[in-house]
Nanobody, 120 residues
Framework: QVQLVESGGGLVQAGGSLRLSCAAS????????MAWYRQAPGKQRELVGA???????NYADSVKGRFTVHRDNDKNTVYLQMNTLKPEDTAVYFC??????????????WGQGTQVTVSS
């Protein structure tokens, strides 16, 4: 089965940086869009940033200029570089990917999430 595993979360002081990684494994034919979402306590899950198979990116207004999504297709991995972190960035961050498990079958997958806590 296809699995997404996130890593890199932790506690950081405001203004600091952190890089999250998400590695996909399993019967992967190809990976289309890979994205990062986050969910803070009492809030809805929101899209943080996404990157297509050809490198086109999209970011939430709240993180533009601070966060960067990058992918390594050879490693089936997507990264989220987070700079100038703010307390409001505190949330559980989830990796999401649209993956083709064959030439004709595409599914959407989620990682288990990794906690990011930013102290003031």
């Amino acid at each position: 089965q296809v699995q997404l595993v996130e890593s890199g979360g932790g506690l950081v002081q405001a203004g600091g940086s952190l890089r999250l990684s998400c590695a996909a494994s399993g019967p992967i034919y190809s990976i289309r869009t890979m994205a990062w979402y986050r969910q803070a306590p009492g809030k809805q899950r929101e899209l943080v940033g996404a990157i297509t198979s050809v490198g086109t990116t999209n970011y939430a207004d709240s993180v533009k200029g601070r966060f960067t999504v990058h992918r390594d297709n050879d490693k089936n991995t997507v990264y989220l570089q987070m700079n100038t972190l703010k307390p409001e960035d505190t949330a559980v961050y989830f990796c999401n990917a649209q993956i083709l498990v064959s030439a004709l079958i595409s599914n959407n997958y989620w990682g288990q999430g990794t906690q990011v806590t930013v102290s003031s």
